[in-house]
Nanobody
Framework: QVQLVESGGGLVQPGGSLRLVCAAS????????MGWYRQVPGKERELVAR???????NYADSVKGRFTISRDNAKNTVYLQMNSVKPEDTAVYYC??????????????WGQGTLVTVSS
């Protein structure tokens, strides 16, 4: 199995910055795509940003130019740098990772979520 532990959420003022961190652990042979999603009550979970193992990225239009996703393959960790945050960025942010385990099974794992609140 794969465990994803997120950290870095909290309260931030509009225009401020925040960095989310997601560390993967478990019987991981290889991590593939990793990403961040977010969800607000009453709405579906949506993609924020995604990064493949080679480093290519894609972003939701709403965060392009403000958020940056990166990963440290040696640490099995993915980051989301959030700059110029807006109140509409308020949500629970979830980490997601696709991995191949040592037994050959492929899994799609989710973290428990971390709350980001953008408010003055």
């Amino acid at each position: 199995q794969v465990q994803l532990v997120e950290s870095g959420g909290g309260l931030v003022q509009p225009g401020g910055s925040l960095r989310l961190v997601c560390a993967a652990s478990g019987r991981i042979f290889s991590l593939h795509d990793m990403g961040w999603y977010r969800q607000v009550p009453g709405k579906e979970r949506e993609l924020v940003a995604r990064i493949i193992s080679g480093g290519s990225t894609n972003y939701a239009d709403s965060v392009k130019g403000r958020f940056t996703i990166s990963r440290d393959n040696a640490k099995n960790t993915v980051y989301l740098q959030m700059n110029s945050v807006k109140p509409e960025d308020t949500a629970v942010y979830y980490c997601n990772a696709a991995a191949t385990l040592f037994d050959g099974n492929r899994v799609d794992a989710w973290g428990q979520g971390t709350l980001v609140t953008v408010s003055s």
